[in-house]
């Protein structure tokens, strides 16, 4: 009696293995033409983009060896058509806004898309390779499955048969599954190591499809939208009342009084916000070898109201934080930055604000549109329109981007045209880490630090300076700056290290380093309001940070910003400003610097070590403002603050 199994049973066997080899050359062969269009920048990219496109695929494919016959097929092709899907919008987008979509803003950005072109206006040619592996991949699943698998000989029923097959079947997932994730894991570090943080952050979501590849960009959005949901606490209606209670409480009425400048004081002027990248206040005033390293913000401050202790209260968004607190006074979140997670809230913002009283609104950035997601962004903070890298002519380029007098160049030609009163907001470029410039562009001697990390950020200072005084003459020509509010500032402190040594000895602190308070104490950042000729000027000691900054100016154009629901203070007239908080664990408040995290309390001025006690309120302070910040995002309260019982 012959116990051979049938030729034709086992000819028509369903063959997961070739089959989920087939769908995964084949996807993987679609992904890279898709990907063709989003350019590639370096040698380490190409690696990271294989291992990241791989891991996910790799990943999608493995599901299938755990399925038989019908559902083998009909998985793979439900694969292949939401891998197909995806790399569509991803191309859409792409080529629209120069960038890649997310989870958050897909509803919006489909609409915005439609809204303003004929989306088949987008197509290319060689996008018919999206649906050329349907081809294959459809006779394929039909050679190697049927609605009913056939029966098997006698033999096949013994369970050593059956076992043997789920373990074929179990061990395929398994080595896919290890495979694709290791792969992924591969690709994150290699990310990692080339731009350190950007994977946690998504700053930059072009950069990171360029160098992992659109799926498994979308794998790490997906992944990020889960923790912020799953982090996100219910909000009940005691904690809704709390919030509003407490909104209230702390943000009395502006004091109108006699001291300068008055409510008022710049009502109907345009506004002139630069936001600078890395200037630090320690520079301000200083010289080296005897030339000033900001000479034309020195000079700048003899006319206009300076803040000597303003703090950085920037926190894993940088630049973006800085932006966003300047402009809608709220705290950063406390992970990730609010233009990448939520670019869809309601904001009430200075754009937002000076547009419904009849101003033009722009911001000048010569970043990428998609930087830091700035596309998106740029209309939640009410800026009618964006210049952006795609707007300026071509130019010389310094780290980032368009060097800084190059920006300020075109930007003033922006402003020439713009229809009175205008707010427009600048971002420079060329000073940020690691600094560094073309040789003929460093024109201050810094000779004890030549060829230093800090050296190169004197140099880069001191360039952005110049750029700012080339503007401001400009204005001046044009007849602008007598008409203008500016206001200067720097975004975050410089990512100078602490042990720096050639930091500490140009601050004077010499071999023993920098301590604890001075380093605190070191991270103010200057900020400079000049108004109109005629107006008092002088040096404000006030505590506040950039979450001051946006009702300051709501006073200083005549607006009570209690009537707003920001969570800064005005500077010049609120009863209750003073205060600079930052996440990572310090409060300015009252005279004293406290480190929560260390259990620290200094007197500021002096550095002396005060008592510490766990009822302190600036532990309250810090715990409330932060945890009420959170909450806000997490529930898209801001605009609702006011509605207090």
């Known amino acids: 009696m012959s116990f051979a199994r049938p030729l034709s049973a086992k000819s028509n066997k369903p063959t997961p293995f070739i089959l989920g080899a087939l769908a995964f050359v084949l996807f993987l062969t679609k992904i890279y033409v898709v990907l063709s269009a989003f350019g590639l920048i370096t040698r380490l990219q190409a690696q990271s983009r294989f291992f990241g496109t791989a891991g996910v695929l790799l990943i999608l494919c493995s599901v299938a060896f755990l399925l038989k016959g019908r559902g083998r097929g009909l998985y793979l ?20 806004f120069d960038d890649i979509i997310t989870l958050c803003t897909f509803v919006t950005a489909w609409q915005d898309l439609t809204g303003t072109t004929a989306w088949w206006s987008l197509l290319r040619p060689q996008d018919i390779f999206l649906i050329v592996d349907f081809f294959f991949l459809v006779p394929a699943a039909l050679r190697f499955r049927s609605s009913r698998e056939p029966a098997a000989h006698p033999a096949d029923s013994r369970p050593s048969s059956k076992h043997r097959a789920l373990f074929y079947r179990a061990g395929g997932f398994v080595l896919a599954l290890g495979l694709g994730l290791l792969a992924l894991n591969r690709a994150s570090t290699m990310l990692e190591k080339d731009q350190p943080g950007i994977a946690r952050t998504l700053y930059s979501k072009l950069y990171i499809a360029q160098s992992i590849g659109n799926l498994d960009f979308h794998v790490l959005d997906a992944r990020r939208a ?7 606490p219910p909000l009940t209606p005691q904690k809704g009342l709390a919030l509003q209670q407490w909104f209230k409480a702390t943000h009395p009425p502006s004091q109108h009084n006699n001291v300068p400048p008055a409510l008022g004081v710049a009502k109907g002027k345009n506004l002139i916000i630069i936001q600078v990248e890395s200037l630090q206040q320690f520079v301000i005033g200083k010289k080296i070898d005897g030339k000033e390293i900001t000479p034309n913000l020195n000079r700048l401050i003899k006319n206009s109201y300076y803040f000597d202790h303003y703090y950085g209260e920037t926190w894993n968004g940088g630049t973006a934080d800085a932006e966003f607190m300047a402009n809608v006074s709220q705290y950063p979140v406390s992970k990730g930055s609010a233009f990448i997670d939520y670019p869809m809230n309601h904001y009430t913002s200075i754009g937002s604000t000076f547009a419904a009283a009849g101003y033009t609104t722009t911001a000048i950035e010569a970043n990428l549109p998609g930087f830091w997601g700035m596309d998106l962004m740029a209309p939640a903070l009410g800026f009618q329109q964006v210049m952006d890298s795609d707007d300026f002519k071509p130019g ?3 780290g980032l981007g368009l060097a800084d007098p190059d920006m300020f160049q075109q930007g003033a030609a922006r402003l020439e045209q713009l229809k009175q009163p205008f707010y427009s907001f600048f971002v420079t470029l060329s000073s940020h880490y690691p600094f560094e410039l073309p040789p003929k562009d460093r024109t201050l001697q810094v000779a004890p630090y030549r060829h230093t990390l800090f050296g190169h950020y004197l140099q880069a200072v001191h360039y952005t300076d110049q750029a700012i005084g080339s503007f401001l003459d400009r204005l001046q020509k044009d007849g602008l700056l007598a008409n203008s509010v500016v206001v200067i500032y720097g975004d975050h ?3 100078l290290p602490r042990h720096d040594t050639q930091l500490s000895s140009f601050l004077g602190y ?3 380093g920098i301590d604890d308070y001075h380093w605190q104490e070191m991270q103010k950042i200057p900020l400079i309001i000049h108004l109109p000729v005629g107006v008092d000027h002088g040096i404000e000691h006030t505590v506040g940070g950039p979450v001051d900054l946006f009702p300051t100016l709501l006073g200083l154009f005549g607006q009570d910003a209690s009537h707003y629901p920001l969570i800064g203070h005005d500077l010049f007239h609120s009863p209750l400003a003073g205060l600079a908080i930052s996440r990572n664990g310090v ?5 004293k610097l406290y480190n929560v995290y260390g259990r620290t309390v200094y007197q500021m001025g002096t550095g002396k070590v005060l008592p510490w006690s766990d009822s302190n309120p600036a532990l309250k302070l810090y715990n409330t403002y932060l945890n009420n910040t959170d909450l806000i995002f997490q529930h898209d309260l801001q605009q609702k603050l006011l509605h207090a019982p």
Do not use: C, M
Not at 86 to 96: G, K, M, P, T, Y
Not at 226 to 232: D, E, N
């Open 510 to 512: 010499g071999a023993k």
């Open 587 to 591: 409060v300015y408040e009252k005279g």
């Open 226 to 232: 889960w923790q912020i949901r799953l982090h996100t």
């Open 77 to 96: 092709l439900a694969a292949d058509l939401l891998v197909t899907v995806v790399s569509f919008f991803d191309l859409l987008f792409l080529r629209h």
């Open 396 to 398: 010389r380029n310094i």
């Open 493 to 495: 402190p410089a990512p």
